[in-house]
C-alpha cells in the first residue's frame, strides 16, 4: 500500500485501527422480539381494519350504471350490419335505455367501456409514433417504421396518425338523452373537453406547425388512418383547437390501457343548467348511439359507464375488501403468533443450548 | 536471447480485442451477448438495445478496467525491470547496460544488494573463497540444476550450488561476477511463474449448477409462454387481426416461435448478469476486511495477515478439515538445545517455558568461553565439566555438531559470531557446539575451521552429503589436521539405526530409551554418528564422487547410490534433542476450533513420540479421550520409500473411516508428497472443504492441495506463503480468520445470493403474470429503463452494502460460541434447497407484486375521473410496489444496520423516485421523444391515494407472511444463531465497567476499561475461553471469570480476567 511506504517504524504494516476497518462501524442489531413483533401485527390489522372500513365507505357513497350495449335494444341490427366488413362504412344508429333508480350526487363521469380489446399487444402498443404526434415535421411526413403496416397507404402517402393504435380509434359517438319527470326529452350536456391528462393534452402530443398555414394545409400530403371516416384536422368540427393530434378522443384512445377490458373518457356531466345541477335525476335514461366500432371479430363487448367518484377514484370495491381481509388475516396471524410465543418462547427455553 | 521479460498480457491495440474476447468466453457475459443479437431481429426485439447492452456494457466495462490496470501494473514493472542497469564486461571494460539488452554469454558485475539479472554462473565475488551470500527468491521448484563445463578438455560439474538464479538479492557481498546463462523468459523465475491453477469455491460450483438451471428454467417458461401464444393467436389473436394485421408471412405457429425468443429476452433478468461481477466484489470487499485486522496483525515481526486469495473467502466459513503442520506452525521454530545423549548417558532437564524464567539462578555459565552465545541456555552443569575434562564421545559429539551442518558464520567484528542457519535445527545445534566449546569460526568451499577448545583448527572437507526429505540424513566427510579422514552423519534415528555397526547394539538401545524419553517431553531428536576412513578407499570414492557429479544422466541416482555405500558401518556418538516451543494460543485455538467441529490433523514428519506429546501439549489429545489409535508404520528403509507409498495409500483407504470419524488424527514421519496425498484422500472421499495450513517449503505441496491453504511467514522462509491462499504470522489467528471471518463471509455470500436471485426472480416472475393478460406478446410490464436500470442502480448498492457489512453477531461473540461456524460446515445457509424456498418465495411475491396492482387498477380511474388503468400508469405501479418491496425484504435480511446500509438503502430508494421523475419530465421527452414516452406519468399517477394504498397492501403482504415465518422459527426451533443474538441482546444491559487483571504470577492489579461500544485502544482484549459465572455471595454482584488474550503494542500477555459485572 502506498501510504504505507512514507510511515517508518517497526509496525509499519499494522492496519489503521478505523472503526470501518476493523468491522466495529457502530450499528443497529434489530431482532425479531416478541416485543415488537407482536404489536406490529396487532398495529398492522388496526390500521388495515380502518383503512378497509373508510374506503369502503368511501366506495359505497360512490354510484356506478354499466350498460353494455353491443346487442342491447336497437343495437342489435347495428351489430349485424358491422359483421359484414363491407356494409362498414354505412351510418348505423340505435338507441338503448335505462333506468336511474338513485339519484347521482356531484360530478357525473360518462365512460365507454370495451371487453377483450387488447390494447397491450406489444406490437400494437410498438405501433405509433410519439415524434409524429407532437408535431414533428419531418415525422409527419416521414413516419417511424414502428407504424407498420398503418404508415404509408396504398398511394403511398403517409398516415397522420400513423399506427395501429390511431387507426383502431373507438368511433362510436354517444349523446345521452333524460326522460324528464314531466315526460319531455331534456338532452344530457357533456362536457367532452379536458378528459386527458394535462401532460398529454399540452407536452405529448402537439399539432405540427407552419407559418401562416391551417390544419388542414399542414396535414397535405398526408392521408388518414384507413379506418378513419375524417381526417386529423376535421375531426371536431364544432372546436377548431380540438383537431389534429390534440383532439381529445384521439389522445384518450392513445393511451393505451393495460388490460384487454379498460373504459376510457367519453365526457362529464356539465351541471350548470338544470334538472342537472345536482348530478343525474331519478328516471328513465336512453343513449343515442353511432354504432361504427365492429366487435364481433373478437368477441369483444362495448358498455357506456355512467358513475360518480370520490378521493379514491371509482366504485372499486378491490382495495377496500382486500384492506378488511388483510386486517382479518393479520389478526388471525397474531393471535396465532401469541400463542405460540405464550406456549414456547416466553419462558426461553427453547432459547437455551 | 537478450534479457528482456514480458509479462503483460496486451497492447494498446490488442487490449479491446483480446479482452472483449476473453470476456465473452464467459458463459454469462456470451448469452447477453446473444441476446443483444436477438434484439437486433424486429421481430423478436420485445426491449429495447439499451437494456441489455446498458448492463452488459457496465459489466464489460468494469471487468476492463480492472484487466487493464492489472496489465498496466505489469507493463510498468516490465519497464522498471528492463530498464534497470547492470555493469557489462563487454570489449574488456564495465559498461553500463540496460538488463533487457544483457545477452547470453555475457559477463556482469555485479554489487551488494543488487537483483540478480538474469540466471548466472558465478565466476568470482569479493568474499574469500568466492562465497556469494544471496536472499533466495520466491519460489520452491529452483533447486535443480545441471550442467557441465568444459574448459580447455577437462569437465566440471555444474549444479545449483555454482548458479545465481534471478530475482534473489546479492546480500553482504561487495561484488561478483557471472556469466549469463539463461535470460529473459528462460531463467527459471520466469519459468516457474505464471501457471497458477485457480481454486474455485463449493459456492461457485453451486453457483454454475443453478445458473444452468435457471437457463433450462427460463427455457420451459418460454416454452410455456410461446405454447401460450399459440392458443392464444388461435383463438383470439387471428379475429384481432381487423386492427392488427400480422406481418407478412406470419401465422400462429411462427408467432408463437417467434414469442418464444421475444420471451427469452424479456425474461433474462433471471440469469443475472451482475450475479458475477457482485460476487468479485463482494469477496473483494471480504479480503480487504482480512487484511486490515488488526487482531491479526503480528507485531513482532510487523506481519498483517493477508487474503493473496481474494476469490475464497466464504470458502473460510465453511471448513471441515484442518491439515496442520507441526513445526513452525504449532510451534514457534525458534530451537533450543534442550537434552542430549552422550556415548549412553543422558545429559540436561528439561524446563518448560513458562518456568525457564524462575530458574535464572541454575543456568550454565559459560563466561569460560570468549566465543560463547549470551543467549544460549543450558541447565545441565555436569555436560561441561565432561567436555572440559576432555571426554572423547563429548568432544567428537559437539565436533560433528560444529562441522556437520550447512551453516554459514558472519564475524562482522572480530570475536562477533552470527550463524545463518537454513533450518532453525542446524542454528541451534552448532550454537550449543560452540558454547560447549567447539566453535565453527569459518568455511571455505574445502575447509572448516573450528576453534576447539580455544585452539584453532582447520578440517579438509572433502564432501558433504547433502540432506533431503527421502535421505533424511546429512553427512560430512573431513580431513582433520592430524590427516585422519571420519565422515561425520546426523540423522533420524530410523535410518540411522540401519547403518550403525553391529558392535553398537548395547549402546543402540540405551540411546533408544533416552530417544523415547525426549520424544516424549515433545522434542525433535536427531541421532549422530561417525566413521574413520581410510585414505585408499576415499580417493577412490572421490573419484567415482567426480564422475557421478558430472554425469548428465541419472546424476541423482548414481549420487545416491555412492552415499549408500559410503554412509554405512558407522558409529553411534550420541543424540541430540531440541525443544521447538509451542506458538502462543495454540492450545486454546485448537480447542476452540474443536469447539466449532473442525476436525484438526497434524501432519508432521516428527516422531510418533513426539508428535503424540505436542498433541497433548496442545490441547489436541485430552486425557479424556479414551480411544486413542495408534497405527504404527512399518519400520521401513530409506529404499523402500516408494513401495510404502502404496502400502500407505491402501492402507490408508481403509484407515480413512476410522481416521475421519477420529476429532484429532496425528501422522507422523510423513514427506511432502504423503502431506498432500493425505490432503487429496480427504478432499475426495469425505467431500469435506479443507483447510492447509503449513509455514515451510515442505507445506507447498499440502497448501495447494487442499481447497484453502494458509501459509504462516516465520521463520522458514516465504515459500510457504507465496503458495498459499491467505497468510499471517501466528497459528492462533487461524480461529479468527475461521470464526470471525470466514463465518461472516459465508454468511455474507449466501445472504447475497438468496437476496439477490429473490429480487431478480420476482422482477422477473411478474412479466409472465402479466402475459396472461396482454395475449402473450412478450409485453413487459415495467418501463424499458427500470428494467435496464434495476439491478445496475436501484438495487445494486443496497445488496452490496448487506453482503459487505452484514454481521449476525459480532466478532466476540463469534468466539465465545464457536458452534456458530457449523451451518457453514453443513452447508446450510444457502443450498439448493434453499435457492427453491427463495424460488417459491419470489413465486408468492410476484403473484401479489402483479395481482394486486392488477384487482385495484383494471376498473379504476383517478379521481377527477381520467385514466389511471393505462399501461404507463400501471408500469409505474408495478415497479414502483417492486423497488419497495424487494428493499423492504432487505432491510428484513439485514442484521447489522451501519449508516453506510441506511444511506444505501434509503439513497437507492431516493434514486429511484428521483430518476423515474428525471426520465418521465417534459424536458427529457421532448430530447429524446421515442426514447421516454413515459412523459407524466409519474406526477399523474403517484399523486392518487388509491396508487399509495396499492403499494402499501402489496408490500404489507409481501412482507408479514416473512415476518411471521421468520417469528415462528425463532419461538419454536431458534437457530444457533437466534439464540446467541437473544442472548447477546439481553447481555448488552451489562455494564462492563471495569476488568480487574491479575498477570500470573506477580499478581500485577491493574484496571482496563472495556466499554461495549467500544472504541477506546484497551479493547484489543481477544477473549479465548467460556466466562465462568462465579456468583459473589457478599454482594448482589456476579463476577465472570475469563481467560484473555491481551495485545498491546508488541507484546502478547496470555492473563485471566476478573469482569466484575452486574448482571440484570
Known sequence: MGKDDTRAGPLVRRPDNSAFKQQRLPAWSPMLTASTVLPFFYLTALICMLLGVLLLLTVQSTQEIKVDYTEAGTCNICLQKRKNVTNGALPCSCTVVFSVEKAFRGNVFFYYGLRNFHQN?????????????????????????????????????????????????????????????????????????????????????????????????????????????????????????????????????????????????????????????????????????????????????????????????????????????????????????????WKFGRNGKNMEK | LNNAIKTSKYNIFTFLPLNLFEQFRRLANAYFLFLFCLQLIPQISSLSWFTTMVPLILVLAITAVKDASDDINRHNSDKQVNNRKVEVLLDGELRNEKWMTVQVGDIIKLENNQFVTADLLLLSSSEPLNLVYVETPPNNRLDKFKGALTVNQNTFSLDNDKLLLRGCTLRNTEWCFGLVIFGGPDTKLMQNSGKTTFKRTSIDHLMNVLVLSIFGFLASMCSALAIGNAVWEVKDG????????????????????????????????????????????????????????????????????????????????????????????????????????????????????????????????????????????????????????????????????????????????????????????????????????????????????????GQHVTYELLAVLDFNNVRKRMSVIVRGPDGKITLYCKGADTILYERLESSCAKLMNITTRHLNEYAGDGLRTLVLAYKDLDERYMKEWKQRHHLASIAMDGREEQLDELYEEIEKDLVLLGATAVEDKLQDGVPQTIEQLAKADIKIWVLTGDKQ??????????????????????????????????????????????????????????????????????????????????????????????????????????????????????????????????????????????????????????????????????????????????????????????????????????????????QLYAPGQLNQYFNKKAFVRCMMHSCYSSIILFFIPWAAMYDTVRDDGKDIADYQSFALLAQTCLIIV?????????????????????????????????????????????????????????????????????????????????????????????????????????????????????????????????????????????????????????????????ETDGNTHTVCLYIHTHIA
Open chain 2, 609 to 818: 513420540e513426539t508428535a503424540e506429546n505436542i498433541g497433548y501439549s496442545c490441547n489436541m489429545l485430552r486425557e479424556e479421550m479414551k480411544e486413542i489409535f495408534v497405527v504404527q508404520r512399518n519400520r521401513l528403509s530409506s529404499r523402500a520409500v516408494l513401495a510404502c507409498f502404496g502400502w500407505r495409500r491402501k492402507r490408508l483407504c481403509r484407515m480413512r473411516q476410522t481416521a475421519c470419524m477420529c476429532q484429532t488424527v496425528i501422522c507422523c514421519r510423513v514427506t511432502p508428497l504423503q502431506k498432500a496425498q493425505v490432503v487429496q484422500l480427504v478432499k475426495k472421499y469425505k467431500q469435506a472443504i479443507t483447510l492447509a495450513i503449513g509455514d515451510g517449503a515442505n507445506d507447498v505441496s499440502m497448501i495447494k492441495a487442499a481447497h484453502i491453504g494458509v501459509g504462516i511467514s516465520g521463520q522458514e522462509g516465504m515459500q510457504a506463503v507465496l503458495s498459499s491462499d491467505f497468510s499471517f504470522g501466528q497459528f492462533r489467528y487461524l480461529q479468527r480468520l475461521l470464526l470471525v471471518h470466514g463465518r461472516w463471509s459465508y454468511l455474507r455470500m449466501c445472504k447475497f445470493l438468496q437476496y439477490f436471485f429473490y429480487k431478480n426472480f420476482t422482477f422477473t416472475f411478474v412479466h409472465f403474470w402479466y402475459a396472461f393478460f396482454c395475449g402473450f406478446s412478450a409485453q413487459t410490464v415495467y418501463d424499458e429503463w427500470f428494467i435496464t436500470l434495476y439491478n445496475l442502480v436501484y438495487t445494486a448498492l443496497p445488496v452490496l452494502g448487506l453482503s459487505i457489512f452484514d454481521q449476525d453477531v459480532n466478532d466476540r461473540w463469534s468466539f465465545q460460541y464457536p
Open chain 2, 238 to 453: 387471428s379475429t384481432f387481426t381487423v386492427f392488427l394485421p400480422r406481418e407478412k408471412g406470419a401465422n400462429a405457429a411462427l408467432t408463437s416461435f417467434l414469442t418464444f425468443w421475444s420471451y427469452v429476452i424479456v425474461l433474462n433478468t433471471v440469469v443475472p448478469i451482475s450475479l458475477y461481477v457482485s460476487v468479485e466484489i463482494i469477496r473483494l470487499g471480504n479480503s480487504f476486511f482480512i487484511n486490515w485486522d488488526r487482531k491479526m496483525y503480528y507485531p513482532k515481526n510487523d506481519t498483517p495477515a493477508q487474503a493473496r486469495t481474494t476469490t475464497l473467502n466464504e470458502e473460510l466459513g465453511q471448513i471441515k478439515y484442518i491439515f496442520s503442520d507441526k513445526t513452525g506452525t504449532l510451534t514457534q521454530n525458534i530451537m533450543a538445545f534442550n537434552k542430549c545423549s552422550i556415548n549412553g548417558k543422558a545429559y540436561g532437564k528439561y524446563f518448560s517455558c513458562i518456568f525457564s524464567f524462575l530458574q535464572k539462578t541454575q543456568r550454565v555459565d559459560f563466561s569460560w568461553n570468549q566465543l560463547a552465545d549470551p543467549k544460549f541456555i543450558f541447565h545441565d552443569f555436569s555436560l561441561v565439566e565432561t567436555v572440559r575434562e576432555g571426554n572423547q564421545e563429548a568432544n567428537a559429539f559437539f565436533r560433528l555438531l560444529a562441522l556437520c551442518h550447512t551453516v554459514m558464520p558472519e564475524e562482522k567484528k572480530e570475536g562477533e559470531l552470527f550463524y545463518q542457519a537454513q533450518s532453525p535445527d542446524e542454528g541451534a545445534l552448532v550454537t550449543a557446539a560452540r558454547n560447549f566449546g567447539f566453535v565453527f569460526r569459518s568455511r571455505t568451499p574445502e575447509t572448516i575451521t573450528v576453534v576447539e577448545m
Open chain 1, 121 to 341: 399487444l406489444r406490437r400494437y402498443m410498438d405501433s405509433r409514433d410519439d415524434a409524429q404526434t407532437v408535431g414533428r415535421a419531418g415525422n409527419l411526413k416521414n413516419p417511424s417504421t414502428y407504424c407498420e403496416p398503418f404508415r404509408k397507404d396504398k398511394n403511398g402517402l403517409p398516415i397522420a396518425p400513423c399506427g395501429a393504435v390511431a387507426n383502431s380509434i373507438f368511433n362510436d359517438s354517444f349523446s345521452l338523452v333524460y326522460h324528464g319527470s314531466t315526460g319531455g326529452f331534456v338532452p344530457v350536456p357533456l362536457l367532452r373537453n379536458g378528459v386527458t391528462w394535462y401532460t398529454d393534452k399540452n407536452i405529448k402530443f402537439r399539432n405540427p406547425q407552419k407559418e401562416n398555414l391551417t390544419l388542414a394545409q399542414v396535414f397535405e400530403g398526408t392521408a388518414p388512418p384507413p379506418y378513419w371516416q375524417k381526417p386529423a384536422y376535421a375531426l371536431d368540427p364544432s372546436d377548431s383547437t380540438n383537431n389534429g393530434f390534440i383532439n381529445d378522443d384521439l389522445i384518450v384512445w392513445m393511451r393505451e390501457a393495460a388490460f384487454p377490458n379498460f373504459k376510457k373518457l367519453y365526457g362529464v356531466l356539465f351541471r350548470a343548467n338544470k334538472p342537472f345541477t345536482k348530478g343525474l335525476p331519478v328516471g328513465n335514461y336512453s343513449i343515442h348511439i353511432n354504432y361504427n366500432f365492429p366487435v364481433q371479430h373478437f368477441q369483444g363487448r362495448k358498455e357506456v359507464v355512467l358513475t360518480t367518484l370520490t378521493w379514491f377514484g371509482g366504485q372499486n370495491h378491490f382495495l377496500a375488501i382486500a384492506y378488511l381481509v388483510t386486517s382479518s388475516v393479520t389478526l388471525l396471524i397474531a393471535v396465532g403468533l401469541t400463542v405460540v410465543w
Open chain 2, 886 to 1046: 424487494v428493499s423492504a425484504q432487505l432491510c428484513l435480511d439485514t442484521h447489522y444496520w451501519t449508516a453506510v446500509n441506511q444511506f444505501f438503502v434509503w439513497g437507492s430508494l431516493a434514486a429511484y423516485f428521483a430518476v423515474t421523475f428525471t426520465m418521465y419530465s417534459n424536458g427529457m421527452f421532448l430530447i429524446f421523444t421515442s426514447i421516454f414516452p413515459f412523459i407524466g406519468t409519474a406526477r399523474n399517477s403517484l399523486n392518487q391515494p388509491n396508487v399509495w394504498l396499492t403499494i402499501l397492501l402489496a408490500s404489507l403482504l409481501c412482507i408479514l407472511p416473512v415476518v411471521a415465518f421468520r417469528f415462528i422459527v425463532i419461538q419454536l426451533r431458534p437457530t444457533i444463531n437466534d439464540k446467541v443474538r437473544e442472548n447477546m441482546r439481553k447481555n448488552q444491559s451489562i455494564d462492563w465497567a471495569f476488568l480487574n487483571c491479575c498477570r500470573s504470577p506477580a499478581h500485577n492489579q491493574g484496571f482496563f476499561k472495556f466499554p461495549p461500544s467500544g472504541r477506546s485502544a484497551e479493547r484489543s482484549f481477544l477473549l479465548t475461553c467460556h466466562p465462568v459465572r462465579q456468583e459473589d455471595t457478599h454482594s448482589n454482584e456476579k463476577y465472570m471469570h475469563v481467560h484473555a488474550h491481551a
